[in-house]
């Protein structure tokens, strides 16, 4: 019911920077958005956790990416967004943005919702 879609994605120099945009968007019923995460992917690796960010703004991030990868949101928007800095080739991955929906009707329940990827790419 809740869509995810992703931007911001892109081929990049090393020491780059790039600026990831998730927006959640939903019809048909109330919804809140919980948490929400930025997760990669790279070609043979398993998926794994860059950055994370609560309703309320605590943040928590990889140990790889720690001081030059910034998670925010704008909760009026229901946007993420992932500021990448001194990017280096090993950040080339597909990277996926998620959150913990809330419904409310016809009983309250909460689900994870992925959005379809955007690729990032540092080669020069």
């Known amino acids: 019911q809740v869509q995810l879609v992703e931007s911001g994605g892109g081929l990049v120099r090393p020491g780059g920077s790039l600026r990831l945009s998730c927006a959640a968007s939903?019809?048909?019923?109330?919804?809140?958005?919980?948490?929400m995460g930025w997760y990669r992917q790279a070609p043979g690796n398993q998926r794994e956790l860059v950055a994370t960010?609560?309703?309320?703004?605590?943040?928590n991030y990889a140990d790889s990416v720690k001081g030059r990868f910034t998670i925010s949101r704008d909760n009026a928007k229901n946007t993420v967004y992932l500021q990448m800095n001194s990017l280096k080739p090993e950040d080339t991955a597909v990277y996926y943005c998620?959150?913990?929906?809330?419904?409310?009707?016809?009983?309250?329940?909460?689900?994870?919702?992925w959005g379809q990827g955007t690729q990032v790419t540092v080669s020069s």
């Open positions: 960010i609560t309703s309320g703004g605590s943040t």
């Open positions: 998620n959150a913990e929906v809330t419904y409310y009707s016809p009983y309250r329940r909460t689900f994870g919702s």
């Open positions: 939903g019809s048909g019923s109330i919804f809140s958005i919980n948490a």
